[in-house]
């Protein structure tokens, strides 16, 4: 008896080690990814990663106010911008279930002002950025002046609903915050009350969501950050903005604690039924059956091969990015306090890799240039036209026409991973083992390709002299653009354009590309082997004289 007790104990004790163990490891993972990204100086960021009301890990990183050096923790108070969507979706969704609307209405049922077009606008085409309706932001009419007016939502909507359609509704998906601002208008008509008001009652106070709110700027918002952007490594305040105007497509503010709380909740059924979840969760289909990767209020994606649901949101001083495992109750916020570009969905995709237990691990495979080059051609990508694959300077590069380019890294036969993000690209085979196309998938939609009988060369360096790059060095000007400049630095050629400033690699007399991007420069020279001009060939040609 004693001796089966103590079996037992060692075993719950062993088991008991090996939990710890793991959590300590998976911290370390976490720590190993966030701190090589974010430091203690400058704006500030809030990483919060959980399981369900679990917290996994969480870390605030600089500043909450450069100015009075404060710093940041994950308590704070951020903008959301555009994750703002997947609440106004829900309300929608909620709406729906009460049998107060259905997405399949014709908006001018809410909305009769709003002029007739040639084609009936569905809710749901609001909902999944389907609608044609045209992006006010976009406008010439969305001034910096008009930034800073408090209109009213009717007045929003008067900004574009003149305007004509891009596409018929269900032809294609092109992202409008119009759209979500007509589903906030359109849950102030059925309610009676503002979008703020109901908001906070459906959704904040039921939730516990207490650090939650519509943004204003007269109110006292307790733990509320300052919004900054970063321009050529110095931060300024950010421009100021209505927060009227970001509206129900943009206009909440949060802390990644009550973020966590509305993943729970949603994953807990208590603000909508499973099966309408999962279809807000679920990308939309067009007319002609291609799926737009975009549900209601959430992009689509996948975590390692669990479904995922995500959205980015900016705005005036702030980064937000959102994403949630609904089969895993697995959630991560990361907040920034900066409005400056920045690419989150790879660092928070591998934080989630890692509290699945399947972190991303690709290991480079060194192939020979002659391995390399077997895999040379033009592809026609599923809606998205043809990209080339070329073997250049040694390294095998994807690009569109005109784009920018990306190194493909093998990790395994036939096998790529696509610069340093998490999308992988794999080469399919005939019957008979030729090359016929290849797929790619990652965190966002998974796509396919069929191969061109088009042949492609490869355009290994060569070698040219310190004397004769110098003579490329020096001004040109095209006939309707900017001023084109060479520049030579250390043995390597620069084409410069403003602040932007491309590498230039020889691979024949006088021919120069982009290292990073679809471009081609050669420079024209007379008979006496003076350069007079360049041709630059991106998505056509264009010839700039040398000043």
Request: aromatic share 12%; net charge positive; with cysteine.
């Amino acid at each position: 008896m004693k001796t089966s007790l103590l079996a037992s104990l060692c075993f719950i004790f062993s088991l008991l080690i090996q939990v710890i163990t793991l959590a300590q490891t998976n911290q370390q993972q976490f720590d190993s990814l966030t701190n090589l990204q974010f430091h203690k100086d400058g704006a500030g960021t809030v990483v919060y990663l959980s399981r369900g009301n679990e917290t996994l890990y969480q870390k605030a990183f600089g500043k909450a106010n450069i100015e009075l050096d404060v710093a940041m923790t994950s308590e704070h108070v951020f903008r959301l911008g555009s994750v703002t969507k997947q609440f106004t979706a829900v309300l929608i969704l909620l709406l729906q279930e009460q049998g107060k609307l259905s997405i399949q209405d014709d908006i001018r049922k809410y909305i009769p002002d709003f002029p007739e077009k040639q084609k009936v606008i569905t809710i749901e085409a609001l909902l999944t950025h389907t609608s044609g309706v045209i992006n006010y932001t976009g406008l010439q009419s969305f001034t910096e002046e008009l930034k800073r007016k408090d209109l009213s939502p009717k007045q929003l909507v008067d900004l574009f609903k003149l305007e004509p359609l891009k596409y018929d509704p269900g032809s294609d998906y092109e992202y409008s915050n119009s759209g979500y601002v007509l589903l906030g208008y359109i849950i102030e008509q059925i309610t009676g009350k503002s979008y703020a008001e109901f908001t906070y009652e459906t959704i904040f106070k039921p939730l516990g969501m207490n650090h939650s709110y519509y943004d204003s700027p007269t109110r006292i918002i307790p733990g509320r950050v300052s919004g900054y952007v970063q321009r050529n490594g110095a931060y300024r305040n950010a421009d100021y903005l209505s927060m009227n105007l970001p509206y129900s497509a943009g206009s909440l503010m949060s802390t990644a604690g009550d973020l966590q709380k509305w993943y729970s909740s949603l994953y807990d059924g208590k603000l909508l039924k499973q099966e309408t979840m999962k279809k807000a969760q679920t990308s939309f289909k067009l007319n002609n059956g291609r799926l737009t990767g975009y549900g209601y209020g959430w992009e689509t994606g996948n975590v390692q091969g669990s479904p995922s649901v995500k959205h980015v949101g900016v705005v005036n001083g702030f980064f937000a990015y959102a994403a949630y495992l609904p089969l895993e109750n697995l959630s991560i916020s990361i907040l920034r306090n900066c409005d400056s570009p920045y690419e989150p969905d790879i660092l928070a995709s591998k934080l989630l890799a890692v509290a699945l237990g399947k972190p991303y691990d690709y290991k480079p495979v060194k192939l020979k240039s002659s391995e390399l080059e077997v895999f040379q051609g033009v592809y026609n990508v599923k809606n998205s036209g043809k990209h080339s694959v070329r073997l250049q300077d040694g390294n095998l590069m994807y690009y569109y026409l005109g784009g920018p380019k990306t190194r493909l890294v093998s990790y395994g036969k036939d096998q790529f991973v696509m610069g340093n993000s998490l999308n992988t690209l794999k080469f399919t085979r005939d019957e008979k083992g030729n090359l016929d196309g290849f797929t790619t998938s990652g965190t966002g939609m998974p796509s396919s390709a069929v191969r061109e009988n088009i042949v492609l060369k490869a355009q290994p360096k060569i070698k040219v002299s310190k004397a004769q790059l110098e003579k490329y060095i020096g001004k040109y000007q095209f006939n309707f653009g900017p001023v084109f400049e060479v520049l030579l630095e250390n043995n390597i050629l620069y084409g410069k354009v403003g602040n932007d400033r491309k590498e230039l690699v020889p691979f024949d007399k006088h021919k120069f590309y982009a290292r990073d991007l679809d471009a081609v420069i050669v420079f024209n020279v007379d008979g006496k082997g003076t350069v007079i001009s360049l041709t630059k060939t991106q998505n056509s040609d264009m010839v700039a004289k040398k000043i």
